[in-house]
T-cell receptor, first 116, second 112 residues
Framework: GAVVSQHPSRVICKSGTSVKIECRSLDFQATTMFWYRQFPKQSLMLMATSNEGSKATYEQGVEKDKFLINHASLTLSTLTVTSAHPEDSSFYIC????????????FGPGTRLTVT | GESVGLHLPTLSVQEGDNSIINCAYSNSASDYFIWYKQESGKGPQFIIDIRSNMDKRQGQRVTVLLNKTVKHLSLQIAATQPGDSAVYFCAENIGGYSTLTFGKGTMLLVSP
């Protein structure tokens, strides 16, 4: 149980284009989903927290107009990187929680974004 | 060890040895801690967790120790295997909120 999937697993896009990453909870309803970014040899950095049906809460320094998050259902959240630039190239990971204790987060397999 | 720049601290062990990975956390209000294992190109995988009202918890081949006095967490892996090679992260959670704060990570390399 508690499986989270991400699609696509890898994506290459040209600078200036937008790319959408999907995060799905396959066998549970996720009241809250999280989006992280991870650069090589570094830790996970929380970008934003999204609750189903409400606006995402972004961490300091994360541009909400650049990283659009939609959490339209209890099993799906999407992250859209708009007007991507090479510095947006990173490993993007989502996680989901049911919101009940002990607040364990179930992580997706990640999406490798390369902007050329 | 401490993370310097982009270099992850690395622990190299022989297969069969016991491994100890350390983590210092910053917030004395943190009351729930998790250890994650991350293999290259994959998402973090839950290993074991511990609440702040405990100082030790054991799983299969793994033990987590919590020292709240010095805000220190450790993960002990018994009889380390090559498949244990990965980056290990500790994460802390502050009472009632669902966000996690991740530590810098330690790379464990197990040689046969």
């Amino acid at each position: 149980g508690a499986v989270v999937s991400q699609h696509p697993s890898r994506v290459i896009c040209k600078s200036g284009t937008s790319v959408k990453i999907e995060c799905r909870s396959l066998d549970f309803q996720a009241t809250t989903m999280f989006w992280y970014r991870q650069f090589p040899k570094q830790s996970l950095m929380l970008m934003a927290t999204s609750n189903e049906g409400s606006k995402a809460t972004y961490e300091q320094g994360v541009e909400k107009d650049k990283f659009l998050i939609n959490h339209a259902s209890l099993t799906l959240s999407t992250l859209t990187v708009t007007s991507a630039h090479p510095e947006d190239s990173s490993f993007y990971i989502c996680s989901a929680t049911t919101g009940t204790g002990p607040y364990e987060q179930y992580f997706g397999p990640g999406t490798r974004l390369t902007v050329t | 060890g401490e993370s310097v720049g982009l270099h992850l601290p690395t622990l190299s062990v022989q297969e069969g040895d016991n491994s100890i990975i350390n983590c210092a956390y910053s917030n004395s209000a943190s009351d729930y801690f998790i250890w994650y294992k991350q293999e290259s190109g994959k998402g973090p995988q839950f290993i074991i967790d511990i609440r702040s009202n405990m100082d030790k918890r054991q799983g299969q081949r793994v033990t987590v120790l919590l020292n709240k006095t010095v805000k220190h967490l450790s993960l002990q892996i018994a009889a380390t295997q090559p498949g244990d090679s990965a980056v290990y992260f500790c994460a802390e959670n502050i009472g009632g909120y669902s966000t996690l704060t991740f530590g810098k990570g330690t790379m464990l390399l197990v040689s046969p």
